[in-house]
């Protein structure tokens, strides 16, 4: 080993990237500054003006102005109800697909296919119409219904599933458990880890999900956070109310931002194995 | 084993083909009608035109129209343009990112968090942030580029600078997302293959070209059709920043569906564009299929 | 075997007893879904929604759930979708030139009925251009409720500074463009403040068209005409073209929220905006705010108002229509219309609510609040009061981006702009 040498060029990168890094994140800065500092002052002050006038007023007015108490429950209810659905479906399919036998297995596998290579962001509007035809406009079963089924996380559960030693199933068959206890006491507790990823895609994903919820959401009861955000950009059509929408940009960005400092970790692994959301 | 009754089967489904389609029912039903009948009413909507309340068949008149019109054409362009950009950039930018991630220290989560965080945030909130750095006259980035003395621009106003000007937005918050892709391909690469390049002195570029750039193909091939599959399902800048203008310059896709169908309730026009892009889709998958076939058979 | 006469027989009875329960429990209150949009800046939202409750609390037999849905094509884009799938809401306020639209989608009922009635309204009592958009087959269809018109406003602290009178604002297009050059500040290269900011919009570009000589929208009742390829189209766009050829304003297309910003921000000496933006840009300009009409063309003084009307749903029960009206009447009662024009700066619709406080109070402490009132002299029909009204805005707009960011002469760009209207109104059914 060359000590000496390898020292600065290891550094060097590390520079570069916390510079990078930097940069990059200039624009959430300003957004902190923005939400901050009055705007006014954000505009012809300098960083020790804006240190004087610091306040969060900006986030009073913007948590009045919109419902981001109501918001954020929806969202809430949206998202996790949504995960706990999912988690129930793709454990049942991606048992079946990895560990039973029957007819018409290939056909059903491709069926899952079709959904991996037609996201339902490109099916609003035919989905928007089944919909209306249902009566599930403006409800939360109306935002969850394309996603329920997912075959990113059938086939997630169908991979780690397979990978379950065949003897640890053949002993709970043989102590008499039906299948649903097979995979409630044997496969899912060792599949753990393919569950979290899944969640942590899953919460993400639909966290920051926008066209779907405007198109099919119209009362204040059910609309998620990002619809919110958007309404509260476009009512205010006037710009002197920055502080306002960079506060409530914040207010739907910031929980997410501390999930991935928590578990930055786990959120790379899970996104690695999401591929094709 | 404890077997409490609530995971009593009923006594019908004993075989394991009865608990299969026990197990696949919900997500079939869930499949049917959220993936698989809206494909079939959206190719019949696409040869149908809404008249008041009724629908009436046109057959391919909704195509016509689109190929037809020349600002349709340019939502096309755009969508073509924009996809592009992002297929180099999630894969050159990813790449270059993702070295420079892999670099010496092993544990630099602190320095990634940067383009981890903007990955997880709403692409809403980020077009948000967006819509204030770009502001023409009150916004940071003219107030940066007028400092250093460069020319100031109307971004999302200049018909010539929109599209890019949101395109820019999506690489903020993507660029991290593909170069995560490549760090775990890197990472898994044999660690003596990358210092002996080094050792012999060989530029960094040689060895990108020569060395990194074929052990990663894989994954090359892997981002490029995410990165594909991602653009083409951007609409919430659009939204959000410029609502297709100035003058059609950043209609994508996706907006235009949203446009004709949601606004304005021409359902065969939306309709017709859906289909085309279901249309790249399948060609998409089926590219993907022989490429994997090939592998396989080559391997 | 099914007899049939026995089950039409059981089908009536039970039809006839539900009645019957249904009469019984007539006290129980109708629950309206009401519509609404946010067209201007300010918590309008956070007003309406406390006046629903006013009303909400004054009446116990209709209890009124508004739903705010957005910008106005956000809005129209629900109540269409809500109409299309047989479940509209009650009551909305919705755009004036939505009228043929909705009148084809058969998703409305006309008013005329209700105005003549017992429980009626004064109609003549609201100002005729606000009624211009609200009216057709000789029938009404709507009731004024968030209108207004553009309005020029000014930075007077800035003509001060550059030595013009504060008092006397621009009155053609030509001072527009003196006066313009003079208010413009320049830091090297750089612009920090432009003499006039005009959002590029096909509702602001109207009023120029009017006040050439020729408005680009219908001014009867046609849904199935647009004038946007005329010679006094084409020269209220290169006007606008000019004033950004001359260094007066901004290159590039401007957006409607940046002007306001601007304006503030004393980037813009001058903007023209609506009159709705009023209480705001009161509240937030470090400066004194003067407000004038738009200065005239040759034609003289022009303006195009615009603006949502309350409209009552087709698809719904009767005594839900009923409830509808009692809702519509309460709110644009003189006090409560005139509060709203304070809270909001929307221009009071009717003669009376100008007559009582709060407006009058607040009208003679606030000259600038009478600007846009007394402009509606010169005020016409809001365009495009057509079918595809909500498309042809787009493509109106789209023409003037075209020209205002140098890609278009305004003859190509308006002829393209007509070309494609003409293709909405035929696809609409109309004959040209």
Known sequence: MIAQRKSWQDILPIVALGAFGLVWMVPLFWTLAAAFVPTTELLNGGPLVWLQSLHFGAFEQAWSVAPFARFYLNTIIWVFGLLAIQLVTISLAGFALARLDFRGKDQIFFLFLTQLMVPATVLILPNYQTLVTLGWLDSYQGMMAPYIASAFGTFLMRQAFKQVPKELEEAARSDGANWL??????FLPVTRAPLLAFSIVSITYHWNEFLWPLLITSSVEVRPLTVGLALLVQSSEIGAQWDQLSAGTLIVAVPILVLIALVQKQFTNSFLSSGIK | MSSPRSLALPSIVRSSGAVAYLFLLPSLVFLAVFTLWPIVSVIWGSLHA???????????????????DPFSQQVILNTVGYVTLSLLMSVFGGLLLAILMNQGLKNIGFFRFPFLATIAMPMVSVAS??????????????????????????WLSDPDLALPGLFVVYLWKQLGYFSLFYLAALQSLPDDVLEAATLDGVTFWQKLRHIIWPLVSPTTYFVSTIGVLNSLQQVDHVFVLTQGGPNNATSLALYYVYEQGFKWFKTGIASAMTVILLAVLLTMAILQFVYLERRVHYQ | MFNRALAIRLLVLFCASALLIGGTFAQEPITLQFFYPVGVAGPL?????????EFNATHDHIQVEPVFTGGYAENMARATAAILSGQPPDVAILLGIDIYTLIQLEGIIPLDDYIASEDGLDIDDFFDAFMANNIADDQVWSIPWQRSTPILYYNKDAFAEVGLDPETPPATWEELVEYGKQLVVRDGDNVTRWGVEVPTSFWIFANFAIQA??????????????????PEATEALAFLRRLQEEGVMPDGANAWGTAPADFIAGAAAMIYHSTGSLSTLLANSPFEVGTAFMPAGEAGYGANVGGGNYYIMKDIAPERQDAAWEFIRWMVRPEQIGQWGIDSGYVAPRNAAWEVDPLMSYAAEVPQASTARFQLEYAVKE?????????????????IEAVNTGEQSPEDALAVAQERANEVLIQNGCEL
Do not use: K
């Open chain 3, 213 to 230: 000589g020729q408005h680009i929208g219908s001014l009867g009742d046609d849904p199935c005409a647009v004038y946007l390829d005329t």
């Open chain 2, 129 to 154: 942030i967006w819509l204030f750095m770009y502001s023409p006259r009150v916004g940071l980035l003219n107030d940066i580029l007028g400092g250093l003395g460069l020319p100031r621009s109307n």
């Open chain 2, 50 to 68: 809404r008249r008041g309340r009724s629908q009436i068949f046109v057959g391919m008149d909704n195509f016509e129209r689109i190929f037809s």
């Open chain 3, 45 to 53: 939202a956070q007003a309406i929604d406390g006046y629903v409750a």
């Open chain 3, 383 to 399: 365009f495009p009061a057509t079918y595809g009204g909500q498309e042809i805005q787009v493509i109106t707009t789209q023409a």
């Open chain 1, 181 to 186: 206890q097979v995979l409630w006491h044997v």
